[in-house]
C-alpha cells in the first residue's frame, strides 16, 4: 500500500458515521491542497454542517492531515462520552449511598439535623 492508500483507509476508519468527504482540491490563495469532510445538514434551521479541513503541501499530505484531525475529533468524543459516564456513575453511587447516611439523601430538599429539638 502507498501513503495515499492508507491515508484514505485511515479518513474511512476515523470517518463519523454519516460524515462526507469531499474532492481533493488545490488552493491557491495557501498554496495547499485541501480536502474537507463534512457532516449531514441539520433538518430546519438547527444551523450548518460541520466542517473538518485537512490541508497540506501536496495531495497525501492533505489526506493525512485530514485523517489525523478527524481520529482527534473521535478522542474528543469519546474523551467526552467517558467523562459523563464517570459523573453518573459517581451520582448513582451517591443515590445508592445516601440512604444509609444520618438524615440525608441525595437531592432532597431537607436535611435532618441531629441534637436540635
Do not use: F
Not at 489525523?68 to 453518573?88: F, K
Amino acid at each position: 500500500m502507498d501513503a495515499r492508500e492508507l491515508a484514505w483507509n485511515a479518513i474511512h476508519d476515523a470517518l463519523p458515521e454519516g460524515r462526507h468527504v469531499g474532492a481533493l482540491s488545490y488552493d491557491p490563495g495557501r498554496h495547499a491542497w485541501k480536502i474537507v469532510a463534512r457532516s449531514p445538514q441539520p433538518p430546519g434551521r438547527r444551523g450548518a454542517p460541520e466542517y473538518v479541513e485537512g490541508a497540506g503541501e501536496d495531495e497525501d499530505a492533505a489526506l493525512t492531515y485530514l485523517a489525523l484531525a478527524l481520529e482527534e475529533r473521535q478522542g474528543d468524543a469519546r474523551r467526552t462520552d467517558l467523562r459523563l459516564r464517570g459523573q453518573l456513575a459517581y451520582i448513582q453511587s451517591a443515590e445508592e449511598e445516601s440512604p444509609r447516611t444520618d438524615g440525608y439523601r441525595a437531592g432532597s430538599r431537607r436535611v435532618r439535623c441531629q441534637g436540635l429539638a
